[in-house]
């Protein structure tokens, strides 16, 4: 069934460079843009009796972390690590400043995405992500953060439609500028507690050992694939499953 969907036009900016940065040549034979008024999205649909939802709206998919090499690698800018990933998998190239961020403009299938790495310090990281989502006109359902969770065991993912800050001053710095709206999706990534009176800073400014490298490289792996399935059928029964795999994935029988 082919369908057409329209919403108010997004930036002449944003219009060109998802056409000429897009590396799917399906998306760029389907994704029709008028700058004249509004922003047209021709797709074909499964037919609406089969219970698929397949929404094109654009997704802002922000990694947290720190710039700069020293922090490169640590437990604190894993999310940074997590949007390189997915740029690597989908062939999306970083090369965009706006906003304190680097960005890249590409595609799950045929929704767009922009991976965003804000360069500010994390205490300021909303100061990237509040204007991008602004200027891109991306809706709060949308805005998917990926960083660091010590609550979590290292290595473990967890995806949730929304929540609180929990103390990490990036997400805190993200809700203050989203108006105070906490309604935004996120991918935690474990890192642990520190061990002992270590203090916090140290511990989620150090690098990863051996042991935990190896346990976090796989769930990058993991990660890039629960992200494309959140962005292609949102919080569904799949999404659930993940979690519950996730929590004991490290449990032995």
């Not at 649909?45 to 990694?63: F, H, N, Q, S």
């Not at 090369?95 to 965003?116: C, E, H, R, W």
Request: charged share 20%; glycine share 10%.
């Amino acid at each position: 069934m082919l369908v057409a969907i329209s919403y108010p036009r997004p930036s002449p900016f944003f219009c060109n460079v998802l056409q000429s940065r897009n590396t799917n040549p399906e998306l760029s034979t389907r994704l029709q843009i008028s700058l004249k008024c509004r922003c047209r999205i021709v797709g074909s649909l499964p037919d609406p009796t089969e219970g698929a939802k397949v929404e094109y709206t654009p997704w802002l998919i922000a990694g947290l972390g720190n710039p700069g090499n020293k922090y490169h690698g640590t437990r604190h800018n894993v999310g940074f690590e997590m949007v390189d990933c997915i740029a690597r998998a989908e062939r999306i190239r970083l090369n965009t400043i706006q906003s304190k961020a680097l960005f890249g403009i590409g595609s799950f299938g045929k929704v767009p995405i922009l991976l965003v790495k804000p360069q500010a310090y994390m205490n300021f990281i909303g100061e990237s992500i509040g204007p991008l989502a602004a200027y891109y006109q991306v809706p709060l359902r949308h805005i998917l953060l990926i960083y660091d969770e010590m609550s979590l065991p290292n290595g473990v993912l967890r995806l949730a439609p929304k929540g609180g800050h929990g103390h990490h001053s990036g997400v805190k710095s993200v809700i203050d500028h989203l108006d105070g709206c906490r309604d935004f999706p996120r991918l935690c990534i474990g890192v642990g507690n520190p061990p002992g009176k270590m203090d916090l800073r140290a511990f989620l400014l150090q690098k990863f050992s051996l042991v935990e490298r190896e346990q976090v490289d796989i769930a990058l792996e993991q990660g890039v694939e629960a992200v494309r399935t959140l962005v292609l059928k949102g919080f569904d029964a799949s999404i659930s499953r993940f979690n519950l795999a996730q929590k004991y994935k490290f449990h032995k029988v």
